[in-house]
């Protein structure tokens, strides 16, 4: 599809440059008002087509396929800094905790057991 021609059916005019977000937002408005399941049975094949074209046009402007322009530029992050740190903090506080409160239940029936059975063995502690 001709970027010109898309670029009616989305609803601007035919030399407009829109942005990717106009583009966007022009797609979710068009497809809300010719989605097939919006229409009765009788006139669904042609809604359907319809929806087909502006799909196509979203397609076309959204991948930069305009004749004699340049694609859009995108941004594409490359190393930096990560908080891997935030990440990290609330892990170790649940497995520290875990580890915290799991050790601290083990020692208490741990003595619960051996009042409840004391050893006679001096070799047990």
């Given at each position: 599809?001709?970027a010109d ?17 106009q ?7 068009k497809?809300?008002?010719?989605h097939?399941?919006r ?12 929806f ?5 046009a979203?397609t076309?402007?959204?991948?930069g396929?305009r004749?004699?322009l340049a ?8 190393g930096g ?10 892990f ?12 601290f239940n083990?020692?208490r ?6 009042q409840?059975?004391?050893s ?6």
């Amino acid at each position: 599809m001709r970027a010109d021609k898309a670029r009616i059916l989305l609803g601007f005019p035919p030399c407009f440059r829109p942005t990717p977000s106009q583009v966007k937002a022009a797609y979710k408005r068009k497809v809300w008002e010719s989605h097939p399941d919006r229409f009765p049975v009788h006139e669904k094949s042609h809604a359907e087509c319809k929806f087909k074209l502006i799909s196509e046009a979203y397609t076309c402007l959204q991948s930069g396929a305009r004749e004699g322009l340049a694609p859009t530029m995108q941004v594409v992050r490359t190393g930096g800094r990560r908080n891997h740190a935030l990440i990290r903090f609330p892990f170790l506080l649940i497995i520290l905790g875990t580890v915290g409160l799991g050790g601290f239940n083990a020692t208490r029936a741990y003595k619960q057991q051996k009042q409840a059975y004391p050893s006679h063995n001096p070799f047990l502690p």
